[in-house]
């Protein structure tokens, strides 16, 4: 069985979609992805190494989504799990919007701006759902949000399409954040358990008893030391 760390899985959903498709490969068997540890486990059938249509296979449905090959634990802070890239962008939109909004009169600028500030922030959404679509996945959040402000453009309501993209990629952003700070607090009380225990029986101490689910009927009447 080998197990692998996954990166920027926030998705519950796509967590079982990754499962489902890992399972249908030939290659493998026994596929099973815990989205609480973020932690996928699977048989190989072969000596080949994997990872990198793993990865290909994953990014398929979650193209974020990243097999951690050099793991190195530690308990990130709030900026190391913030989504720079989306950050910087969501700014640089809504300053446009702004600007656009406030300052220019010319309304051909103006709607080059206002679209300009739209697909900064809701490209990646679009690509997804039109992915999703070629996929046979049509009723998602990714198309309900693209539908929802590219029919608000069509009425001519622009700032009101680009709010809406904002909100929901900052929604995502911050969801990102939480779900994998949650993560790295259960990995971390997962470190800290126990893998073994001091039986003392009588006067004689068996050391490194692993523990088990049978410790209790294993060792009844015993003096466990963890």
Same mark, same amino acid.
């Given at each position: 069985?080998?197990?692998?760390?996954?990166?920027?899985?926030?998705?519950?959903?796509?967590?079982?979609?990754? &499962?489902?498709?890992?399972?249908?490969?030939?290659?493998?068997?026994?596929?099973?992805?815990?989205?609480? *540890?973020?932690?996928?486990?699977?048989?190989?059938?072969?000596?080949?190494?994997?990872?990198?249509?793993?990865?290909?296979?994953? =990014?398929?449905?979650?193209? =974020?989504?990243? %097999?951690?090959?050099?793991?190195?634990?530690?308990?990130?802070?709030?900026?190391?799990?913030?989504?720079? /890239?989306?950050?910087?962008?969501? +700014?640089?939109? +809504?300053?446009? *919007?702004?600007?656009?909004?406030? #300052?220019?009169?010319?309304?051909? $600028?103006?709607?080059?701006?206002?679209? *300009?500030?739209?697909?900064?922030?809701?490209?990646?959404?679009?690509? @997804?759902?039109?992915?999703?679509? /070629?996929?046979? /996945?049509? !009723?998602?959040?990714?198309?309900?949000?693209? +539908?929802?402000?590219?029919?608000?453009?069509?009425?001519?309501?622009?700032?009101?399409?680009?709010?809406?993209? $904002?909100? #929901? =990629? %900052?929604?995502?952003? !911050? @969801?990102?954040?939480?779900?994998?700070?949650?993560?790295?607090?259960?990995?971390? $009380?997962?470190?800290?358990?126990? &893998? !073994?225990?001091?039986?003392?029986?009588?006067?004689?101490?068996?050391?490194?008893? *692993?523990?088990?689910?049978?410790?209790?009927?294993? !060792?009844?009447?015993?003096?466990?030391?963890?």
């Amino acid at each position: 069985m080998t197990t692998v760390k996954l990166q920027n899985l926030d998705c519950a959903n796509c967590a079982g979609k990754i &499962e489902k498709r890992l399972n249908e490969l030939d290659e493998l068997s026994n596929v099973k992805l815990n989205f609480a *540890t973020s932690t996928l486990s699977f048989e190989q059938k072969s000596e080949k190494n994997l990872l990198d249509k793993i990865e290909n296979e994953i =990014q398929k449905i979650e193209k =974020q989504v990243l %097999i951690i090959k050099d793991e190195t634990k530690k308990q990130r802070t709030f900026w190391e799990l913030l989504n720079k /890239k989306l950050l910087l962008i969501t +700014i640089i939109s +809504i300053i446009l *919007t702004f600007i656009s909004y406030n #300052y220019v009169s010319n309304k051909n $600028l103006q709607l080059i701006l206002y679209v *300009t500030a739209y697909l900064l922030v809701g490209r990646d959404v679009i690509f @997804q759902a039109i992915k999703n679509i /070629k996929n046979g /996945k049509v !009723f998602d959040e990714h198309f309900l949000m693209s +539908i929802a402000t590219i029919g608000a453009f069509a009425l001519g309501e622009y700032v009101e399409g680009i709010a809406v993209m $904002l909100f #929901y =990629q %900052i929604g995502e952003m !911050f @969801q990102a954040v939480a779900v994998n700070n949650s993560r790295d607090n259960i990995n971390a $009380l997962i470190d800290i358990k126990p &893998e !073994f225990a001091n039986v003392k029986e009588g006067e004689n101490i068996g050391q490194n008893c *692993t523990l088990g689910l049978n410790t209790t009927k294993k !060792f009844k009447n015993s003096l466990i030391y963890v």
